[in-house]
């Protein structure tokens, strides 16, 4: 079970830092992963963290984002800063084995997703 919190309102050029929960003893195997979904589009991958606290980035976020795990905690971060009203979306962590993927198809678990609304 993935539980994300962290979300809200924040002006433009704000921070926030999300955080994904994860219940069950096999965490650290898993690879993880953040997506946003704003109305009316697709779900996009934001970044990612493997089982090796290896990270990679979206291009479009690269740069204003910073995704950790903390295997102790069972917990990854999403960190997001410099925020902008196209980031205004709902953001999901999910996990998969292996690798990080790019795409949604493959990830074995999602949370509920958190809000995350940016004004202008």
């Known amino acids: 079970q993935l539980v994300e919190s962290g979300g809200g309102l924040v002006q433009a050029g704000g921070s926030l830092r999300l955080s994904c929960a994860a219940s069950g003893p096999t965490f650290t195997r898993y690879a993880m992963g953040w997506f946003r979904q704003a109305p009316g589009k697709e779900r996009e991958f934001v970044g990612g963290?493997?089982?090796?606290?290896?990270?990679f980035y979206a291009d479009s976020v690269k740069g204003r984002i910073t995704i950790s795990r903390d295997n102790t905690k069972n917990t990854v971060y999403l960190q997001m800063n410099s925020l902008k009203p196209e980031d205004t979306a709902v953001y999901f962590c999910a996990a998969k084995a292996g690798v990080p993927g790019f795409v949604p198809d493959g990830y074995d678990y999602w949370g509920q997703g958190t809000q995350v609304t940016v004004s202008s």
């Open positions: 963290v493997g089982w090796d606290s290896s990270t």
